[in-house]
């Protein structure tokens, strides 16, 4: 039996939840659904930059785990535009939560979940 899926802290909701090819009705395409876990990781490492580690504590999971979100989720987009896919955000275990900006270097930082530093030492604002 597997494993239960540790809860996942998603710091933004998505702004769209459907992405689809233009001029193709939505139920003649196929369907990719992209969690919202994997949506949270790929949107900290590839469009705000941080790297696993950091983006492994925001979300509260080990950074070889973030490593698989990401890859997955790139997977997905690609899958997506290639094969003229529709992309769905949805679902996952995941619990939305408020984050501050780190004052030295502009990442986000939880609150209310441990400390208020982070790998480059400076604090939240």
């Given at each position: 039996m597997a494993r239960p899926q540790k809860r996942r802290f998603v710091g933004m909701e998505p702004g769209f939840r459907v992405f689809k090819p233009v001029g193709i009705p939505t139920v003649e395409i196929e369907q990719i659904v992209m969690t919202l876990d994997e949506f949270e990781a790929i949107r900290l490492v590839d469009?705000?930059?941080m790297d696993h580690e950091g983006a492994a504590i925001l979300v509260g999971i080990s950074r070889p785990t973030l490593s698989r979100l990401v890859e997955q989720a790139r997977h997905k987009v690609a899958d997506a535009v290639v094969m003229g896919k529709a992309l769905v955000i949805?679902?996952?275990?995941?619990?939305?939560?408020?984050?501050g900006r780190c004052d030295n270097c502009g990442w986000e930082i939880p609150r209310?979940?441990?400390g208020g530093?982070?790998?480059?030492?400076?604090g939240r604002r």
């Amino acid at each position: 039996m597997a494993r239960p899926q540790k809860r996942r802290f998603v710091g933004m909701e998505p702004g769209f939840r459907v992405f689809k090819p233009v001029g193709i009705p939505t139920v003649e395409i196929e369907q990719i659904v992209m969690t919202l876990d994997e949506f949270e990781a790929i949107r900290l490492v590839d469009f705000d930059g941080m790297d696993h580690e950091g983006a492994a504590i925001l979300v509260g999971i080990s950074r070889p785990t973030l490593s698989r979100l990401v890859e997955q989720a790139r997977h997905k987009v690609a899958d997506a535009v290639v094969m003229g896919k529709a992309l769905v955000i949805e679902g996952g275990n995941v619990e939305m939560v408020s984050r501050g900006r780190c004052d030295n270097c502009g990442w986000e930082i939880p609150r209310g979940r441990g400390g208020g530093r982070h790998h480059c030492g400076g604090g939240r604002r």
